[in-house]
């Protein structure tokens, strides 16, 4: 009885291992893979955007790395895959892996309130009511103080949208800046205004991750600039990758364009400071939820340290356990959006009831940039995919991004 038992057992063990490892076996398909060309292609022949940039990594390998379009608004240069973007909200995953390293390095716990390290964050309000014509508004106190997990998982109650985003009194650029601005002041700014919800309450999507930039200054001495390039910029051999472009490097930007429906055409964006800010202006605003400029190459090297489970060519930053617990769901049973995704620490979680993953396993995490560019990081597959394009506003970017993965995916089969 035992033996048979035993047998059961075993039998049972090698069919699910042999199911698990049936997507691992995976490979890409030339043939299937040159779709993924005919529809970035058709894209920026269609005017829905100028120029894009994919690159695939499978098992440590790139399988695709290719341009399309063209870098600059006249449409004299060929875009090449070495383009430099504005990669905005994708800023936030490298923020949260320097907040984590100083994590592991026990500087604080993630329990910790915020007001700690940032005391305008001390006695934070909840919005109870306001008036959309004059401004005016009622608090209540928040129910306990905002916890440095709070905001790694944008449940704090900071929201981009906020009722009152109009009043000049909370106001700062959540995106760039061209004036003489630093993190401090504009974090301290921040803080005044009322949280929409009670600490931990829901997610809700905003600069929380600008706070936490503001974090990694205060415990660690330095710029925010100056930590990403000596602990996580040098270390990777990430040479493209900056909040402001050395000007040998600043003809490489491509150019911002905007279309902002389907029926309008595409044009150069006329917004000075989203157009400009990497390579003009005053250059001291350090913002760790969306101030970066990159290239695929180099930010590829950000996603392989979460695949890798915190190393990446013999340099490790952070240690698996840390990886791990930043790819769990920590927003409970809210979800991200109508998604119906999750999110951990500085990453959304595709879940098996997702409503964006399309085929991407359950457990695969991702984010973009509101530039319109995407990550995907799926740890069955070992597999890293990315798109960028550099177009805000623009009215299509979940279907862009979105068909890119389905055709990535399409091409990852079995070959006979």
Same mark, same amino acid.
């Given at each position: ?9 075993? !039998?049972?063990?090698?069919?699910? =291992? ?23 292609q ?13 690159m695939?990594?499978?098992?440590? @390998?790139?399988?695709?790395n ?6 600059? =608004? ?16 994708q800023?936030? !995953? *490298? ?8 994590? @592991? ?5 993630l ?11 001390? +006695? ?18 928040? $129910? ?13 109650g900071?929201p ?44 809700s999507?905003?600069? +929380? ?5 503001r974090?990694v200054? *205060? ?28 000007p ?8 911002l ?8 055409s595409?044009? *150069? ?6 157009? $400009? ?12 939820g969306?101030?970066? *400029?990159?290239?695929?190459a ?9 695949? $890798? ?9 952070l ?8 790819? %769990? /769901? ?43 560019? @995407?990550?995907?990081i ?17 009215? /299509? ?7 890119? %993965? ?7 089969v079995?070959?006979?």
């Open positions: 009885m035992l033996t048979r038992l035993y047998l059961s057992s075993l !039998l049972a063990f090698f069919f699910l =291992a042999a199911e698990a490892q049936s997507h691992t076996d995976l490979e890409f398909s030339p043939e299937r893979l040159s779709r993924v060309d005919s529809f970035l058709s894209w920026v022949d269609e005017g829905n955007i100028p120029h894009a940039v994919s695939i990594i499978h098992r440590g @390998e790139t399988v695709h290719k341009a399309y379009g063209w870098a600059d =608004a006249e449409k004299q240069n060929p875009l090449t895959t070495d383009a430099i973007f504005r990669i905005a909200s800023t936030k !995953l *490298v923020t949260s892996i320097a907040v984590m390293m100083l994590y @592991e390095q026990g500087h604080f716990l329990e910790d309130p915020i007001s700690k390290y940032i005391p305008a964050f001390a +006695n934070p309000k909840v919005l109870e009511s306001y008036d959309s014509a004059t401004l005016e508004y009622k608090t209540t106190p928040a $129910n306990r103080e905002v916890m440095i997990r709070d905001l790694l998982t944008h449940t704090a900071i981009y949208e906020h009722p009152l985003w109009a009043r000049t009194d909370f106001e700062i650029p959540f995106l760039a800046s061209l004036e003489n601005m630093v993190l401090e002041d504009a974090i301290n700014q921040l803080a005044n205004r009322p949280l929409v919800h009670q600490p931990g309450e829901y997610f999507y905003g600069p +929380n991750t600008d706070i936490l930039g974090l200054e *205060v415990v660690s001495g330095q710029s925010l600039a100056e930590y990403f390039q000596e602990h996580i910029f040098t270390p990777l051999g990430m040479n493209d990758t900056y909040f402001y472009l050395p040998e490097k600043a003809d490489r930007l491509v150019t364009f905007k279309k902002e429906s389907a029926n309008a595409l044009e *150069v964006s006329t917004e000075e400071t989203y157009q $400009n800010f990497p390579r003009s202006g005053e250059q001291t605003y350090y913002l760790g969306a101030g970066l *400029v990159s290239t695929a180099d930010y590829a090297k950000v996603c392989q340290i979460i695949l $890798n489970k915190g190393v990446y060519n013999n340099v490790r930053l240690s698996p356990l840390t990886v791990e617990l930043m790819a %769990r /769901n920590h927003i409970g049973d809210s979800e991200v959006w109508d998604r119906r995704d999750k999110f951990g620490y500085g990453l959304m979680v595709i879940t098996e009831n997702s409503h964006y993953g399309d085929q991407a396993p359950v457990g695969s995490v991702k984010w973009g940039g509101a530039y319109c560019s @995407e990550y995907t799926d740890f069955e597959n070992d597999l890293v995919m990315q798109v960028y394009t550099n177009v805000m506003p623009i009215h /299509n970017y979940s279907e862009f991004v979105r068909k890119y %993965r389905v055709l990535v995916y399409q091409a990852l079995n070959e006979e």
